[in-house]
Each structure stands twice: as structure tokens, then as C-alpha cells.
């Protein structure tokens, strides 16, 4: 189950994964047949890929992912950047915990009252970007940072 708040909806929306709608297995076109064996002819390209450089980048969507075999349940927020067409995902955020910066994923844990963990990687980033809910950070403009990998990453610091 994904549930997800964008700029455009102005509403939540719950997605389920059930088959309503959906093409059982061994309904494939002739299309999709070609487009998998097009897929194994396809060599090595010669084009370096584009590390994105941090910057300012606006929140136009969040979602709630179940990730892994446990389900456990993360945050990722849909991104423009200034100088990419299209939109980017980024789930965590780089801050200071324990006198260092360190860069976590936005998961959404819970404490016993059913509320963001204090201290959690998510409770310090919604607490950067003046937000007490999840929803309200879809309009706002955060900053970015890379963490240790290269990757974008939410500044929280």
C-alpha cells in the first residue's frame, strides 16, 4: 500500500496493489514481447552520466513507501530541480546527530502515541523545513547536499 499527497491533487489518495484493472500474467502484447527482446540488443553507451549538483530544490510531492520484505514504511519526496526537466526522488537527509553529520533515510518511525519518533532522521528534517506534518512539505523549497555516496540528500543542518 503507497499513500501519497502532491501539489496537483490537493488530497490524499490511497493506492492499493490489488489486480482491478490490471492484466493477468501471460496477457502480454506482441508490443511489450518486442520491446523486452529490443531490451537484450542493447549495448554499452559511450555518454557519462550527470551527477546533479545540490542546490535548492521544490518539494512537489510526498509519499509514503513500504520498503523491503518487512514493510517498512519511508518517505520520499518527488523534487524539481533547477536544471533537470524531469522530477527526482530523494528519501533521506544528511544532519548532526551524536556531533556528526550523518545521512539517514527518512523513515517513518512511530513512537507509542503514534507520532514521528523525536530524533528520528524524518522528525529532524520536517523540524528544518518549519513543518509539523508530512503533507506540508509539498510547495516548499529545501535545500540539498550530497551525502557520502554522491547522492542528492535533504540538507537538515
Not at 544528511?94 to 514521528?116: A, M, Q, R, V, Y
Request: net charge positive.
Amino acid at each position: 500500500m503507497t499513500i501519497s499527497y502532491n501539489e496537483t491533487q490537493k488530497h490524499r489518495s490511497l493506492l492499493t496493489d490489488g489486480n482491478w484493472g490490471k492484466k493477468q500474467q501471460g496477457d502480454e502484447t506482441k508490443m511489450e514481447k518486442d520491446e523486452k527482446l529490443n531490451e537484450m540488443d542493447i549495448g554499452v553507451g559511450t555518454k557519462e552520466s550527470i551527477a546533479l549538483q545540490p542546490g535548492i530544490v521544490e518539494i512537489k510531492a510526498v509519499e509514503i513507501q513500504e520498503v523491503g520484505d518487512k514493510k517498512n514504511k519511508k518517505l520520499s519526496c518527488t523534487c524539481k530541480h533547477p536544471v533537470k526537466e524531469e522530477t527526482i526522488n530523494i528519501s533521506s537527509v544528511k544532519f548532526e546527530n551524536k556531533g556528526k553529520l550523518e545521512s539517514l533515510g527518512l523513515w517513518l518511525n512511530l513512537d507509542e502515541d503514534k507520532k514521528i519518533r523525536k530524533g528520528s532522521a524524518l522528525a529532524v528534517f520536517l523540524m528544518t523545513t518549519n513543518c509539523a506534518k508530512i503533507f506540508e512539505l509539498v510547495g516548499k523549497s529545501v535545500n540539498t547536499t550530497t551525502d557520502e555516496k554522491g547522492y542528492l540528500t535533504f540538507k537538515g543542518y
